[in-house]
């Protein structure tokens, strides 16, 4: 069945390649021009080198992340997935905010397959909210005199 394929393809991306950490697995499971829109790097590095890219980043910044799907929605060659992070940022510059902030994230992903690859998605999700937790963006309510 086309849908439990598709179910298990992004299962995998998921537990092994986000949550294990295993990147050489992005060269079998995405495509090469795959482009994912809406990540904190969009569209910059394409194929499965800018999933490794993406991947690296977060791990590193936040060394306990776990991703896991809260909604998973096969439909043709599509994927609809919702999903959840949750994670504590590294350890910042001494006394920084980002050092003891810890909590989750919410997003979703419509991802297309094509020929057992992921070839595109398209993520939303509120990327401020990871640029804070990494003290790369201040909060808007935060105020300076």
């Known amino acids: ?3 439990a394929r598709l179910a298990r393809l992004i299962h995998r991306v998921i537990d092994e390649i986000w ?3 295993d990147l050489d697995l992005a060269d079998e499971l995405f495509g090469a021009r795959y482009v ?3 990540g904190l790097i969009p569209d910059l590095v394409p194929g499965p080198e800018g999933v490794k890219f993406s991947v690296a980043l ?3 910044a936040f060394p306990d992340l776990h991703l896991c799907a809260d909604d998973l929605r096969p439909s043709g060659g599509m994927v609809r997935l919702r999903w959840t992070v949750r994670s504590t940022p590294r350890s910042g510059p001494s006394g920084s905010a980002s050092a003891a902030r810890a909590g989750s994230l919410t997003g979703a992903t419509r991802i297309s397959v094509a020929g057992g690859q992921i070839v595109e998605s398209w993520t ?3 990327s ?3 640029l804070e937790a990494l003290g790369i963006l201040q909060p808007a309510d935060d105020e300076t005199s």
């Open 1 to 3: 069945m086309v849908s």
């Open 19 to 21: 949550n294990a950490g």
């Open 36 to 38: 994912n829109h809406g």
């Open 58 to 60: 977060y791990r590193t």
């Open 124 to 126: 939303s999700w509120n």
């Open 128 to 130: 401020a909210e990871v």
